[in-house]
């Protein structure tokens, strides 16, 4: 089993391909194999692909205590060094969106490319009204979620996560078992990272400063507060695109594999 040892936990990775590096980050709840969708959309053929499941995920280790997203760039940056080797093009989704552009604006060195698909910063809605509007359903239903991990209710967190806050109602059934066991079983995880008081900050003046291409990707079916949030970054960052994914939502690597892959690669060949 191919385990990178970090300063951290061990941490599980597959590598596809050969190329230029390209490493891919999951989102909350999940671990490498979401990605495979995209890998086996062909991927592969152009770039050497290292998805990795981030601590706490999948067959990585975990730390004790309280972890950080600070804690996942460090990893990241791990892999890019030990992986890579860097600079890296680096894909994220979601909370791994935020851990890909947290380390751009630590570690620019490490990043040749960021494509983020819906980092849910919320932070960065502060003193957007109209935002904050949006998020608010969505705040209550992740407050919901975690009362019920913190009483031991993996499921049916899992599941009012998935039709709440991530894919809309009915889509819990609608996902593969295996999905929904990698939902599950990363529960006690998302909780943990919700904990972090710094979960949702970026240092944005840093970003801006790194020189690496940056796609800012989106679904046209996700909620309207995840597009405030790449709004926000696409008007702060000057090497940014933005560019919507018709008729997906917020895990497009797994529901509209072909279509996300061919963006990715448009966006990465043009640099």
């Given at each position: 089993m191919p385990l990178l040892h970090t300063?951290?936990?061990?941490?599980?990775?597959?590598v596809f391909g050969e190329g230029d590096p390209l490493v891919l980050v999951h989102g909350s709840w999940n671990d490498h194999t979401s990605w495979l969708p995209a890998v086996e959309a062909?991927?592969?053929?152009?770039?050497?692909?290292?998805?990795?499941?981030?601590r706490g995920h999948g067959r990585s280790g975990n730390a004790p205590g309280q972890g950080t997203r600070r804690q996942d760039e460090d990893d990241l940056a791990a892999v890019i060094e030990e992986l890579g080797p860097g600079p890296a093009h680096v894909a994220g989704n979601s909370f791994g969106a935020s851990v890909a552009l947290g380390l751009a604006a630590r570690r620019p060195e490490l990043v040749r490319t960021v494509t983020a698909h819906e980092p849910p910063l919320v932070t960065l809605l502060a003193g957007d009204p109209q935002a904050l509007a949006e998020l608010a359903p969505a705040a209550a239903s992740i407050e919901a979620a975690l009362a019920l991990l913190r009483e031991g209710e993996h499921a049916a967190g899992a599941r009012l996560f998935v039709e709440e806050v991530a894919m809309g109602p009915g889509m819990w059934e609608q996902l593969p078992p295996q999905a929904r066991e990698r939902f599950v079983s990363n529960a006690p995880t998302w909780l943990d990272e919700q904990s972090d008081p710094h979960w949702a900050d970026l240092d944005l003046d840093g970003l801006a400063r790194c020189p690496a291409p940056v796609l800012l990707s989106g679904g046209g079916l996700s909620p309207a507060w995840l597009g405030a949030v790449l709004d926000r970054l696409a008007a702060s960052l000057p090497h940014a695109r933005r560019q919507t994914l018709e008729g997906a939502g917020h895990i497009p690597h797994m529901t509209h594999p072909q279509q996300y892959v061919a963006a990715l690669k448009r966006f990465l060949r043009a640099q």
């Open positions: 300063a951290g936990p061990g941490l599980f990775y597959e062909d991927v592969r053929a152009s770039y050497r692909v290292i998805a990795y499941d981030r």
